[in-house]
């Protein structure tokens, strides 16, 4: 006899506020056991120094996952002016230190060569693997991590303020891959003056924004009151908590389909996009029959063939 999955049927996204000092595989894994969840995910990682918006997918949201991944980034980040560190943050150790300060004007009309396309070196202390290691297994081991420069992109970068002459805050809206650590260690090299990262907080991610993140502590105390409030409360916690697993396909067409079609592509076969007001599309859409998501799919010489196929209820 097959063994069932542990846990329930729980889909779509909760958009958590990380807590300083925690991984955010463990914070997936609090939020998984405070839901019940057969399956979670996230989309991004952030260090355990970092703070902010972490998306966490439930069940059929783990799906969407890559598309959150893909969108637009922003973090707000202060660099401390004067050490270099091995893992270019505060929890790395010391490997070069200046006596040089740079001034605001310096610091301004250095930005420019950190926006668009750029050319950036990760991190020795980062999740990238090297012949099969994590970097920062190797890094950690001793060993010496020479990691090859890759092209990120940066839309934006905002000097915002000065706290004193060791300090400066920035933020940025940037692309898949891009290393905040990575760039603190490169404005401290650009101005003369070296730096690290002492503090990162991600703000967006996507179509995720500030506004929509809870804390972790506030989600677990929401569902462990659930019992308590089940057939009182009108809106229950996970109701309040979960957004629908199509919000992460925001920047998707979206395609209505016919009860016969939407059968077909659960059967893994493709579909006309018919009909004398059919759209005139191509590439990645998403169906939907009755606003409800059925599948993710690529439109090819007016024929839906689909990708993934989602198992939601109602």
């Known amino acids: 006899m097959a063994r069932?999955?542990?846990?329930e049927d729980v889909s779509g996204w909760v958009i958590l506020d990380?807590?300083?000092g925690m991984t955010s595989t463990r914070a997936v894994s609090r939020l998984r056991r405070a839901f019940n969840a057969r399956k979670a995910g996230h989309a991004g990682t952030l260090d355990p120094l970092a703070t902010g918006l972490l998306p966490v997918a439930l069940g059929e949201a783990t799906k969407t996952v890559p598309f959150v991944m893909d969108g637009a980034k922003t973090y707000r980040f202060t660099v401390r002016w004067g050490i270099e560190t091995d893992s270019c943050d505060s929890e790395g150790t010391q490997v070069a230190a200046s006596a040089e300060r740079p001034s605001d004007e310096a610091i301004a009309a250095v930005l420019a060569r950190f926006r668009g396309d750029i050319l950036q070196r990760p991190p020795a202390f980062s999740a990238i693997k090297v012949d099969g290691a994590r970097a920062y297994d190797l890094a950690r081991a001793g060993e010496t991590v020479d990691l090859a420069e890759r092209q990120v992109r940066i839309d934006d970068i905002r000097f915002l303020e000065r706290p004193d002459a060791d300090h400066a805050v920035f933020e940025i809206d940037c692309g898949k891959g891009t290393y905040v650590r990575a760039l603190a260690r490169d404005l401290g090299q650009a101005l003369g003056c070296l730096g690290h990262v002492s503090a990162l907080r991600r703000t967006r991610v996507g179509p995720?924004?500030?506004s929509d993140m809870i804390s972790l502590e506030m989600a677990e105390e929401l569902l462990h009151s659930a019992a308590a409030s089940q057939g009182v409360a009108q809106v229950s916690p996970c109701e309040q908590l979960l957004r629908p697993v199509a919000t992460a396909l925001d920047d998707i067409p979206a395609l209505a389909i016919s009860g016969p079609d939407a059968a077909r592509l659960r059967n893994g076969q493709a579909v006309l996009?018919?009909?004398?007001?059919a759209p005139v599309i191509s590439g990645t859409v998403y169906?939907?029959?009755g606003g409800k998501l059925v599948a993710l799919g690529e439109v090819r010489r007016g024929e839906l063939h689909p990708t993934r196929i989602f198992n939601l209820p109602g």
């Open 287 to 289: 169906a939907t029959i």
């Open 18 to 20: 990380k807590p300083s």
């Open 208 to 210: 995720f924004g500030e």
């Open 273 to 277: 996009v018919r009909g004398r007001d």
């Open 4 to 7: 069932r999955a542990k846990g």
